[in-house]
């Protein structure tokens, strides 16, 4: 066997096991040497002669024993769609594919979609499986479908507490166990009632209907403040939204934010783009401690906190796609992060000093880019009327690297 031919079929199997497979797929499955899943995937294939191999612990150890193999007939069986927040996306990123040969299923989106008559472009779909459940606090808006792949049969409960104490109680939910199969099951209610014991092979359903004093938190830039826990020291809601925008989030990017703070700028970032991912570097332990409680709070648990003085620990860090300056600013601070800025990387900093803008303003002679002044004034009780207060103004300078 050649080092390029597929060896490897990655296999999508539905509750109706093989009677649901393709014919060619079913061959397939039928002539393996080596069988690899876990306990459901092997009860669905009973009649397979093969060896038996259930998922490694840790699950990293898949590419060493799929490699182990290598020269024999080795199929993968994965739930529906192996592409699809399954397990061939992590065997793609380690094994060339055109070793591979995949298989697809209907996945449980389809499946579930087609049960909710709700058409799969227009619904966000999401995954808990293995995953912090907090990360769908990001995609609860008025009027929102999601489906969601879960983690096991608590998971629908956690969920609707997250809706409940967020003014989505209202939000019709629904459980679609063991689709495709002789036992499926439905179960349905809403987030405020929701007291059903569901199997733990289950996906999701979710209808969002806010309350009129539910919590409005759209994925673009500019939260509230007082969302955040803070000790005053932050980047201020429209500056934040200004920043976060000249740093323009995509999907998968990665940002430096550089003293952190509260965090409010890396998890705006981070709320912004489909697994934008971000680094807060602080060197203060309290201020680290009320960003994760944010980045909790707001959808985004994978923010990673580092400890530590700028331009110290820059180096050795993953090369980020974004860098935000809110602390720590100096001219060393800059020149190692712009070294590390990745080509069309996007470099933010924000000075309130006279001595940062003047350094903001040296640089900006240097090296280009954009400096604009951002004054804020929020209108605030004069005795019985209103007046215009101002924040302090802040200098920002932006430029891309080219």
């Not at 620990?313 to 935000?324: K, N, Q, S, V």
């Not at 602390?327 to 800059?334: N, W």
């Not at 080509?343 to 803008?357: C, H, I, K, Y």
Request: hydrophobic share 45%; glycine share 10%.
């Amino acid at each position: 066997m050649s080092d390029a031919a597929p060896w490897l079929h990655i296999v999508g199997i539905g509750e109706d096991g093989m009677d649901g497979l393709t014919p060619a797929t079913r061959a397939v499955v039928e002539a393996a040497d080596v069988i690899i899943g876990g306990e459901r995937h092997h009860s669905l294939t009973p009649d397979v002669t093969a060896q038996r191999i259930a998922w490694p612990s840790p699950f990293d150890a898949l590419i060493e024993t799929l490699e182990a193999h290598k020269g024999q007939r080795v199929v993968v069986l994965a739930t529906g769609d192996p592409l699809w927040f399954s397990v061939g996306a992590r065997i793609g990123r380690s094994i060339p594919s055109e070793q591979i040969t995949y298989h697809p299923q209907l996945s449980a989106f389809q499946l579930a979609s087609a049960r909710m008559g709700w058409s799969l472009a227009d619904v966000e779909t999401l995954t808990v499986h293995g995953r912090p459940v907090s990360q769908m606090v990001a995609f609860i808006q008025p009027d929102q479908r999601l489906i969601v792949l879960t983690t096991g049969a608590e998971t629908p409960a956690q969920i609707a507490e997250f809706l409940s104490s967020r003014g989505f109680g209202q939000s019709k939910m629904t459980v679609l166990a063991a689709m495709g199969g002789e036992n499926e099951k439905r179960f349905d209610g809403t987030a405020d009632g929701w007291n059903h014991e569901v199997p733990a092979f289950n996906t999701l359903c979710v209808e969002c209907i806010a309350a009129p004093d539910a919590a409005l938190l759209p994925r673009v830039p500019g939260l509230a403040d007082e969302l955040f826990q803070s000790d005053g020291t932050m980047t201020k809601q429209e500056v934040r939204a200004a920043t976060v925008a000249k740093l323009m989030p995509m999907r998968g990017a990665l940002l430096w934010d550089i003293g952190t703070g509260c965090g409010s700028v890396a998890i705006e970032w981070m709320r912004a783009a489909r697994y934008a991912r971000a680094i807060g570097i602080e060197p203060r332990a309290d201020r680290r401690a009320m960003a994760a409680q944010n980045a909790l709070a707001l959808g985004v648990p994978k923010l990673e906190l580092v400890e530590g003085k700028v331009p110290d620990m820059l180096d050795g860090l993953e090369a980020p796609d974004a860098i935000f300056i809110g602390g720590g600013l100096s001219e060393e601070t800059f020149n190692i992060a712009w070294e590390n800025l990745r080509p069309l990387g996007r470099l933010v900093a924000n000075a309130v000093t006279l001595e940062s803008e003047a350094l903001l303003i040296a640089l900006h002679q240097k090296h280009g880019g954009q400096l604009a002044k951002l004054q804020i004034s929020r209108a605030e009780p004069v005795g019985a009327y209103h007046g215009w207060r101002p924040s302090m103004p802040v200098t920002q300078w932006s430029l891309i690297k080219r």
